[in-house]
């Protein structure tokens, strides 16, 4: 319903006179009026949502996932460090293997050979012997080989060190001269001083007239 000032002031009447108020009147209603149409509603604050929660089944497979995964793990590195060690006896097994068969070549192989008294030169029968040392050489690559010259109980200790020397150079010359490079030989004189026997006769001091390998 309009009231009656509005009334008036709109269609006329004897509200007439009071032209002023009423016009002021009419203006605070329609400005509430407006002011209410255009007030925005004030947002309802919603509480948060809860975080979302995994079921039980849920839970528990993931937890079994990450139990076989970890399990998984386990085995995949117990099987890498027992193949690994695996190899590793194999491979000693292999060196092992090859250490036994190169000291049995070895232990047939190098054979001393004999000189005649105050010589150093390589005796005709003796010649088949190196040749059987160089083929052993050739076939172990890697074997290396000390030659130790020995003489007799007789003559002076400076000069039988000395022939020793010249005994063992002359044998490795010989070797060298079949095939094996001279690295692969060291040289050492031992003199009268580690001889085979004692007896103070040439069948004794013929034994120790020699050269003697050692694998090395």
């Not at 692969?184 to 040439?202: A, H, I, Q, V």
């Amino acid at each position: 319903m309009v009231p009656e000032p509005l009334t008036a002031l709109l269609f006329g009447g004897p509200m007439t006179r009071s032209l002023p108020t009423s016009v002021a009147l009419a203006a605070g209603f329609i400005l509430l009026g407006v002011s209410s149409a255009c007030k925005k509603p004030e947002a309802v604050q919603q509480p948060p949502s809860p975080p979302l929660q995994q079921s039980q089944p849920q839970k528990e497979i993931d937890a079994k996932a990450a139990a076989d995964r970890l399990a998984a793990e386990t085995a995949r590195r117990q099987q890498e460090e027992l193949e690994a060690r695996q190899r590793a006896e194999q491979a000693k097994a292999l060196e092992l293997s090859q250490q036994q068969a190169l000291r049995r070549s070895a232990a047939e192989a190098l054979k001393d050979i004999h000189f005649d008294y105050d010589k150093s030169e390589i005796k005709a029968e003796d010649k088949g012997q190196l040749q059987k040392i160089s083929e052993f050489m050739k076939a172990y690559p890697t074997a290396n080989v000390e030659i130790q010259g020995h003489c007799d109980e007789r003559g002076t200790n400076e000069y039988n060190l000395a022939l020793g020397n010249l005994r063992a150079s002359t044998t490795m010359r010989f070797l060298v001269a079949l095939g094996t490079p001279e690295r692969r030989f060291t040289l050492l004189s031992y003199g009268k001083e580690k001889p085979l026997c004692t007896e103070g006769n040439e069948a004794c001091w013929s034994r120790n007239r020699r050269a003697h390998f050692e694998l090395k």
